[in-house]
């Protein structure tokens, strides 16, 4: 029955659950990533340590977007000077998400680093809020904490206010976290909170990353049952497109987009997120900027000599 109830569990994955006590000012949510997660893991060769960060990040991202309250992304970053150089996760309102690193694929990385190791001194932990209408928003403070859950409690705290208890795991099949929040109120429940908190510690990395939101809650919170709504499917989408690559080679310019093509032939662009790529030949960057590119570069480097 047991190992039933486990197959049952792990078949509800992909997918973002919120919850909330109505007995409690506390509310809460759970996310489970595993084809997801699984994909996006399977982009490149992640040493572990970086690739359970990586995991961890992108529950963190599933979490926090579904606070947009407008259509748009949310982009969440953790930067370094170490041998880890970024972790950016991005989410959409629409409920997709994108993932990837980066790193000294050079350096020796052991299985068990910390974030605070590979990601060495005065990294900062960036959140980015773009609107599908309007401005960017931007979020940088330093990285307070020794893991992706500490970081995040700590920035919540900052720039919301409230207190936020988060845990997250990732593992080969799935990544997955926890959050509960404390409700704006007029006279605070510590005793609540207390007991709901100290509750979420109890669950383990294993059961995070193997049960769906059915069974880890009730496993928490069997005697104080809280209200869960209706599951919310999350999938992986890139948001890449050659138009965007298109306009990111007009930002560079025709005399360093002509440059590579004299040298290379052709313009590759990767997108670090798929591996999708896009090749602009002499024939599309010409039409891209209207000129014969590579002849006015190669006239300028005449005139130069």
């Given at each position: ?35 997801v ?34 259509e ?73 904490g ?26 080969d ?12 109120e007029?006279v ?10 100290t509750?979420?510690q ?24 809280p209200?869960?709504?209706e ?10 497109s050659r ?21 290379q ?13 896009y ?12 000129m ?14």
């Amino acid at each position: 029955m047991k190992n039933n109830t486990l197959a049952a569990a792990v078949n509800h994955s992909d997918c973002r659950t919120r919850f909330i006590f109505d007995n409690m000012p506390v509310r809460g949510q759970h996310v489970r990533l595993e084809k997801v997660w699984q994909h996006i893991a399977g982009q490149k060769h992640y040493p572990a340590a970086i690739r359970r960060a990586l995991g961890e990040l992108l529950a963190a991202g599933a979490l926090l977007s579904s606070n947009l309250k407008i259509e748009g992304t949310l982009t969440v970053q953790v930067q370094g000077q170490g041998k880890l150089k970024m972790l950016v996760v991005e989410a959409s309102s629409t409920d997709t998400c994108r993932a990837t690193a980066r790193w000294n694929e050079e350096a020796h990385i052991g299985d068990n680093e910390s974030l605070r190791e590979l990601l060495g001194e005065n990294g900062v932990f960036v959140i980015t809020l773009q609107p599908q209408d309007g401005d960017p928003w931007q979020g940088v403070v330093p990285l307070e904490g020794d893991s992706i859950s500490e970081m995040l409690v700590n920035y919540m705290k900052r720039s919301e206010q409230l207190d936020t208890y988060i845990t997250l795991t990732a593992s080969d099949e799935a990544c997955a976290g926890l959050l509960v929040q404390r409700l704006p109120e007029s006279v605070p429940d510590a005793e609540a909170w207390e007991h709901v908190t100290t509750l979420t510690q109890t669950v383990t990395a294993d059961e995070l990353a193997a049960l769906d939101a059915q069974h880890v809650l009730y496993r928490l919170f069997h005697e104080t049952p809280p209200r869960v709504f209706e599951q919310e499917p999350i999938e992986f989408a890139c948001t890449c497109s050659r138009g965007k690559v298109s306009d990111m080679l007009l930002m560079l310019g025709g005399e360093e987009v002509g440059s590579v093509l004299l040298e290379q032939g052709s313009v590759e662009i990767d997108c670090d997120f798929c591996n999708a790529k896009y090749v602009f030949d002499e024939t599309d960057v010409n039409a891209l900027f209207g000129m014969d590119v590579v002849h006015a570069v190669s006239e300028e480097k005449l005139r130069i000599q």
